[in-house]
């Protein structure tokens, strides 16, 4: 009898302690990171407001630099802080190497057939080592460096006859036209447009438009029940926008095919791509990952990315002692790290000046340093990060060399944003430049 009471209460303690120990491990492993509640059915969605990077910051200051948020369906995790964005996308890299499949993937880039979107596999890396051989990489770059001083040159001309004209520069329309033709010259070689008028304009405006929709938190991503309503209207206009995109590319391709043996000599990208498509691994690129791909290129003008491109966890993982479940979007406020003032002294005030001394002057916003990563990090880093720095850093000197510039008279500048995938300036600028070289400086 005694025996079996022994028994009894060890089976009891046993119970008792394994339950605790237990659910003290589940507690600690199962502990997301604090965030907002939200509503019901649609969670935090309604929080984002319109300006979700804004919105975003102000969570991280409430509830810390990792946040969580429901988001209908679906969790989202928010790095807001240079250590926290460190342990996602330098840590925790390779587990977060894939981007969700939202409306914008499925709508703008072919079904996630282009690099932006693609799963990190053998597809991706045959897109970016293609690129980087033909265009993005240190070789290429210099390779082109004919294409970008002619298509500058081109610029310059246009500028300096807008203000023989007395007529103002609308800046983006400017930036969209040569941008435009020196990515046309290095991945069809031609000029996509020859003047500067309504048909750049237009395509500057379906670039914008892409820009805008794509960073939209598009209801039915999160909420999958109710996708089909589209209600905000965002789909249809992907499904719009990505069929003018179709056929322009379409055409661009049929002409490239016809003039292909004027270029043995000098292959432009998309003839490396259709003769490079097959790689050794049995991977093939098809005619879908070539269009999505050069549409990714005639994208990238504008860029200056607040909430880096979405990443997903591949599994779960935990982070800084929290649990991340697998499938949790993950954002990286990457405007919020570029303004808090915990790292950079009074970080709205415009002082380039700041890069030039003591530890600021080290910074290296190539993915290294995480208190600046305009390009994000880790494997995903921005593929276009040396040329992004090489065009700003070119396009910029001469614009200041070339011309006086201010804006026009009654006019204030404009600082707002406009939220989306690049943010935007919600008053395009306008300015009146006056040239500062002699005349011949600005012909062709
Ligand atoms: C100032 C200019 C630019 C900025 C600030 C910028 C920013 C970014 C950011 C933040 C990402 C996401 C990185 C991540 O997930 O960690 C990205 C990805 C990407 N960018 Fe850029 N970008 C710029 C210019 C360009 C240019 C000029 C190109 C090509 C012509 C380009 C092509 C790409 C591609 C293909 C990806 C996707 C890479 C991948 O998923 O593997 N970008 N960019």
Redesign the pocket.
Known sequence: MFVVRELLYAVILFFITHFFIRSLLFKNARKLPPGPKGWPLVGALPLLGSMPHVALAEMSRKYGPIVYLKLGARGMVVASTPDSARAF?KTLDLNFSN?PTDAGATNLAYNSQD??FADYGPR?KLL?RL?NLH??GGKAIEDWAIVRKVELGHMLQAMYESSIRGEKVVVAEMLAFVMANM?GQVILSRRVFVTKGTESNEFKDMVVELMTSAGLFNIGDFVPSIAWTDFQGIVRGMKRLHKKFDVLLNRMFKEHMKTKHERKEKPDLLDTLMDNRDNSEGERLTDTNIKALLL??FL?KH???PL??P?VAIEACEVSGYYIPKGTRLSVN?WAIGRDPSVWENPLEFNPDRFLHGKNAKIDSRGNNFELI?????R??????R???L??EYILGTLVHSFEWKVPDGVKLNMDETFGLALQKAVPLDAIVTPRLPPSAYSV
């Not at 305009?374 to 880790?378: I, N």
């Not at 995903?380 to 990060?385: D, E, H, L, V």
């Open positions: 996308l981007r690099m932006v991706w970016r690129s265009m993005l990515i990714v290129f990238r860029p200056s990315t880096n491109l990443r990457i305009p390009f994000g990090a880790g995903r880093i921005c593929a276009g990060t040329m992004g720095i065009l700003i």
